[in-house]
Each structure stands twice: as structure tokens, then as C-alpha cells.
């Protein structure tokens, strides 16, 4: 039968949790025509028979997969069976208050096509964290955002619990590998309007983490895997042959400037160094950066001058890698050269895509 909202919940060893939850959804939702999908990786603790024990007196559907394929996938496959046109996502330990969901309806219903319960809007928070995991929830939320530009409009990119409308997802080829589920859907999936709510991440109601050491190097994996699909890599490609003009032209003029012109060394130097960062920048304007670019001289300008900034301080980072790799490792200065060089790129690149060219 089809419903007009489809909650998906992922389990692994959550038995204490379902009869609270599935009770609490009920009663966020008893306005709403809605089901309950549980993709239960054959857990040994009995989840999806407490589940399925449920199903004659709510809405509730339990499909059980036969390995323990992680979260992510758990979900796209819960895709396949759920009917509603609105499809949500909620964790099955309690820390995603149901409650929360109405809220996320409301905004779907003015016109949202995704809304993220967010744990970093005005008004959300995150209920007994310790400083570490703040700070890889923060750091993996900054990583996201400098590497993958498109999420910076969201505030919670790794947000477990959201709701989108089924159209969203319609055409998307979904290849998640880990936990991030959302950030899969806003690089692969179509819209318009996301909005965010503010919740309270609250404790885990029983049962344990399934986070582990594992699931944080499969989200770098799957950040490297949606930059190739999207072409951020692409465009550090391009950075990189930009980069490589610019000492052609830097080489050439100095050369030019000094032999034919007559001109001091050091004065040829200067004028070229500063010759090959200006057609750095327009390469990089109109070839690298060409989706980002916004319209005005006054824009251009103001990039051209934050360019400028981003390549002088790269040049002292270059210099301050030689320096150290040389001086206080005792290698040999060519080869520090090199690593300050693939230093000095990665800095260049990442703090323009960070600040020149905002998304
Ligand atoms: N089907 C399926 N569900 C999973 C898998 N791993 C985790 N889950 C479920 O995904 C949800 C989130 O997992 P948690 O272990 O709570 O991860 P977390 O909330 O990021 O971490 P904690 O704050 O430590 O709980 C829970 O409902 C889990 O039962 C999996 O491999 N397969
Ligand atoms: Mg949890």
C-alpha cells in the first residue's frame, strides 16, 4: 500500500530501542498517513523480530539483509522499498528525537525539498559529547566543506537524520560508502531548497556505538570518491597545469628580461614572479574556476588581490619547508625543494578554494 511518508531506520543491534521509537513515531506522526522501514542487518540480538512483532499494530515494514553491510548501503537499499512520496531517515537509538520530525514535515510542506536536522544551526546542539568527538564531528564537517564547495550552504553535511521528497533522489545514482548518507544525496541528488532544523543530538537510549575506526576512514574514502564523480580532483588537476604555466612564464620572462632587456636579475625576477601570479589568476578565473566566478570588476579585482596574497604567503610557506627540511633534517635541498613545492601547491589550492573563489 502506498503512504505518503516513508521513515527508513538502519539497525544493527538496537533491541531495547525499536518498541520506544516505533511508539514515538507513531505519535509524531498520528496526523499523517505514514510507514516505518527497518533495514536490519541480521542482527543476532533480536532487533528485526521485535520489530516484526510490531508490525500488526503499527505501520511497520522489516526487511533483513544477510550481512552487515553498513549504514549507508542499508539505506539505499531501504530506498527500493519504501512507498512514500516524503521519505525520512531517522537512527534507531533515540538519539534523533522523533519528535523532531513534524518539524521536518512543516518545512517539506512550505516547499523544502531536503531538511537536515541540524546539530549546528542556531538552537541545535549535541547532548554529552566529549571534546574529541567534537572535534572530529567539526573537522569532518570543515574537510567536507573546503573539499566538496556545493555543501558549504549546509551546516550539518553529516547529519543522520533528514527528510527529502522521493523526486530528490529519483534520477541519482547513489554510491555511498560509510555513514554519510546525506552527503551523498547533496552531491548526487536534485534540488532546489534545503532548509535545516535545529535539534538536540541527544545520548544513545541503549545498546552500543557502531561507530569505529573503520567508519572514519570509509568517510574519507567516500569524500575522495565524490570529489573524482564531481570533479573536484579535476580541478586540482587543472590547478596544477596552471601552476606549471606559471613557471614557464616566470622562467621565460626572467630570462627575456634580463638577456634582452637589460635588467637587473633580482629586478627581472620580481617582475616576472609577479607576471606569473597574474596569469595564474586568469587561468585559473576563467579555466579552473570558471563555474565559481562572480559576475563585476569589482569582484575580479578583489580576487586578483586575494590571489596575489594566497601566492606570496605560498611562497614563504615554500620557503619555510625548504628552509626546515634542510637545515634542521639535514636532507639534501633539492629534495626538500620538492616537498616544499607539493606543499606550497596544496596550500595555494586550498586556501583559494576556500576564499577566492567562493562557492
Ligand atoms: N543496517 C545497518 N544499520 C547500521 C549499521 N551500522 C550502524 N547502523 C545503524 O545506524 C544507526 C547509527 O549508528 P550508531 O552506531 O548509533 O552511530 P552514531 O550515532 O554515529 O554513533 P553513536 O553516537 O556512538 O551512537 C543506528 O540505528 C545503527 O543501528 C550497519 O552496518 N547496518
Ligand atoms: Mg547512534
Not at 525499536?18 to 533495514?39: C, G, H, M, Q, T
Not at 546539530?119 to 567536507?144: D, H, N, P
Not at 639535514?330 to 616544499?340: A, E, F, N, R
Request: glycine fraction near 8%; hydrophobic fraction near 45%.
Amino acid at each position: 500500500m502506498v503512504k505518503a511518508i516513508s521513515i527508513i531506520v538502519p539497525t544493527y543491534n538496537e533491541k531495547d530501542n525499536i518498541i520506544p521509537l516505533v511508539k514515538r513515531i507513531d505519535r509524531a506522526l498520528s496526523n499523517y498517513d505514514y510507514e516505518i522501514v527497518f533495514i536490519d542487518d541480521n542482527s543476532s540480538d533480536g532487533t528485526a523480530q521485535i520489530a516484526v512483532a510490531l508490525s500488526p499494530r503499527y505501520p511497520v515494514k522489516v526487511i533483513v539483509r544477510k550481512d552487515k553491510k553498513g549504514l549507508a548501503s542499508a539505506f539505499v537499499d531501504g530506498l527500493v522499498h519504501v512507498t512514500g512520496r516524503t521519505i525520512g531517515v531517522i537512527d534507531a537509538d533515540l538519539q534523533h528525537p522523533p519528535e523532531v520530525i513534524p518539524y521536518l514535515l512543516r518545512e517539506i510542506q512550505n516547499g523544502k525539498d531536503v531538511v537536515i536536522a541540524s546539530r549546528y544551526v542556531e538552537g541545535g546542539a549535541c547532548q554529552g559529547w566529549g571534546l574529541t568527538r567534537r572535534i572530529i564531528s567539526k573537522g569532518a564537517i570543515f574537510l567536507t566543506h573546503l573539499l566538496l564547495p556545493s555543501t558549504r550552504r549546509i551546516s550539518d553535511p553529516g547529519s543522520g537524520f533528514f527528510m527529502f521528497k522521493r523526486q530528490v533522489v529519483a534520477n541519482a545514482n547513489l554510491r555511498p560508502t560509510g555513514y554519510k548518507i546525506l552527503l551523498e544525496i547533496l552531491m548526487e541528488g536534485e534540488f532546489q531548497n534545503p532548509a535545516e532544523v535545529a535539534y538536540t543530538f541527544r545520548t544513545r537510549g541503549s545498546g552500543e556505538s557502531k561507530l569505529n575506526f573503520r567508519v572514519q576512514v570509509d568517510f574519507l574514502k567516500h569524500i575522495y570518491s565524490l570529489m573524482q564523480r564531481k570533479g573536484e580532483l579535476l580541478r586540482f588537476a587543472k590547478f596544477c597545469l596552471v601552476g606549471l604555466s606559471g613557471v614557464l612564464v616566470n622562467m621565460g620572462l626572467l630570462y627575456l628580461l634580463t638577456e634582452f632587456v637589460g635588467l637587473f636579475y633580482l629586478v627581472s625576477a620580481a617582475i616576472s614572479i609577479e607576471s606569473s601570479i597574474i596569469s595564474n589568476f586568469i587561468l585559473n578565473n576563467f579555466f579552473t574556476f570558471s563555474d565559481r566566478r562572480s559576475p563585476g570588476v569589482k569582484s575580479f579585482v578583489t580576487r586578483l588581490l586575494k590571489f596575489n596574497l594566497v601566492s606570496l604567503a605560498g611562497l614563504t610557506v615554500n620557503l619555510v619547508v625548504l628552509w626546515l627540511l634542510t637545515d634542521a633534517f639535514g636532507i639534501y635541498y633539492l629534495l626538500s625543494q620538492l616537498v616544499g613545492i607539493a606543499v606550497a601547491t596544496m596550500w595555494n589550492y586550498l586556501v583559494n578554494t576556500w576564499w577566492t573563489w567562493t562557492y
